[in-house]
């Protein structure tokens, strides 16, 4: 027969709050926060600190409308980033060695699974992992549908999208897992000097290595001399300044499913991530009602992914983007650009239009509405481009480096009093849960 030991009180208690000693261990979850602290801790205990600390590449979601121009502005985008298409612009002479150094450098991934043709380089294409038409034809589907399956599937491998994320925004510690032995196990992909991946297995080691010698024998042929294959080694180990993302035209598909909160979530909690919402313009200066109902969508994303925002008023070549900027910022303007719109009817009926008085129910909603989105606009950032010319491109990346403060000001503090908060009720159901136990041994006897 077992002998029975007794407990008191304090023995439960003391177990209950065992897991107090460990204060980190949501946040060692959570990668930037882990990645901050650890910089926070290795910057206190060294003594010579360093001028240029590194910083975390910003992620920008590019979203919005289907046929605003989002593929097209990460094209320009990726440009404006010098990012290396078919590896052209690797092959330059030393004297340009000073100002590549200077570049920004990005990496691009398509989300887009029905796109036939993209304008751009993606690093990381949901294409070469699901097959679209194949998936409409498996699993009888719609266009729509299909996306989202597609979606879905890829997110489910969406860790090691982050993984050689992580490995391509921070090379130096990648270097020195390497050095140390401390790799990942199972199956990973790995970037060759051209941008390509690969999928490289652990189990599979000889593979690996031929891989590895072959891509250096190749970086070997291809390079004219020593110095131009050290430019080579240095660029493809420089870290990232920016992570730009496409996503699909149906903007429901991402915004709205859980495929894209996951993806979504998990960019925001590795590196800072900023939403770039793009609107077409033209379409803006032809109906009143076209800019509320883009603004509507813009602050319900806002509200669902707490993500800082920044608003990019595409296709300016053609309609320039003053109005929409003065609608935002000056109520009156709105009232009146309004107002000549209800009396032009514009097509609708009188009721729907207001009688050219506006004061129909479809006038008072927009009217009502703008004054509720006037302290949203007030949150927001803003930028005219053209994806078409590039131009307004640079001042998109300043209110880009904008946002990202926000994003540390304001979802970054979010993301804390999260992890407190969860730590805080998983606290208060162990101290529930001991108190049960205890009343439960008592009325047993046992206590």
């Known amino acids: 027969m077992a002998t029975r030991v007794p407990l008191s009180t304090d023995d439960i208690v003391a177990a209950s709050s065992s897991s107090d000693v460990d204060e980190d261990n949501y946040s060692a979850k959570i990668p930037i926060l882990k990645r901050r602290a650890a910089a926070a801790a290795k910057t206190a205990s060294c003594s010579c600190s360093d001028g240029n600390p590194k910083k975390d590449p910003i992620c920008v979601i590019v979203v919005g409308m289907a046929g605003s121009g989002k593929t ?84 489910t491998k969406f860790d090691q999208v982050m993984s050689i994320l992580e490995r391509r925004a921070f090379p130096s510690e990648e270097v020195t897992l390497a050095a140390t032995g401390e790799g990942g196990e199972g199956s990973f992909e790995v970037e060759n000097a051209a941008g390509e991946t690969k999928q490289i297995s652990d189990d599979d080691n000889d593979d690996k290595n031929e891989a590895c010698n072959d891509t250096n024998n190749k970086g070997r042929s291809t390079s004219k001399s020593s110095n131009e294959t050290s430019k080579n080694t240095n660029s493809t180990s420089s870290p990232l300044d920016y992570i730009l993302i496409d996503t699909p035209g149906q903007i429901e598909a991402f915004t709205w499913s859980a495929s894209g909160t996951i993806v979504t979530s998990a960019l925001a909690t590795t590196f800072p991530t900023v939403l770039a919402f793009v609107v077409d313009t033209p379409r803006c200066a032809a109906s009143v009602h076209t800019f509320m109902s883009n603004m509507l969508y813009a602050c319900s994303m806002l509200y669902r992914a707490k993500l800082p925002m920044v608003i990019v008023l595409n296709k300016i070549d053609v309609v320039g983007c003053e109005f929409v900027k003065e609608w935002m910022e000056d109520y009156e303007s709105f ?18 239009a207001g009688g050219g008085g506006g004061s129909g129910y479809y006038a008072s909603l927009t009217r009502s509405l703008s004054l509720v989105l006037d302290e949203f606009y007030n949150h927001l950032h803003k930028v005219g481009v053209s994806a078409a010319t590039g131009e307004g491109v640079d001042e998109f990346w300043e209110v880009v480096q904008q946002a990202a403060l926000d994003y540390d000001e304001g979802y970054l503090v979010d993301l804390k009093n999260r992890v407190e908060e969860q730590k805080v009720k998983e606290r208060a159901m162990q101290r529930v849960g001991a108190r049960n136990l205890v009343r439960d041994l008592q009325e047993d006897g046992q206590l």
Request: proline share 3%; net charge negative; charged share 25%.
């Open 335 to 352: 009232q009146e650009a309004l107002d000549d719109a209800s009396a032009a009817t514009n097509g609708y009926s009188d009721e729907m």
């Open 72 to 155: 097209t502005l990460m094209a320009q985008l990726q440009r404006s980033l010098n990012l290396r298409e078919d590896g052209g612009s690797e092959d330059e002479n030393n004297t340009t060695n000073d100002s590549t150094q200077s570049k920004r450098l990005g990496y691009a991934i398509n989300l887009d699974p029905a796109a036939k043709y993209i304008p751009f380089t993606s690093s990381i294409d949901i294409r070469d992992t699901v097959d679209y038409i194949e998936v409409m034809r498996q699993h009888k589907l719609g266009p729509n549908g299909a996306i989202l399956t597609c979606l879905n599937l890829f997110a």
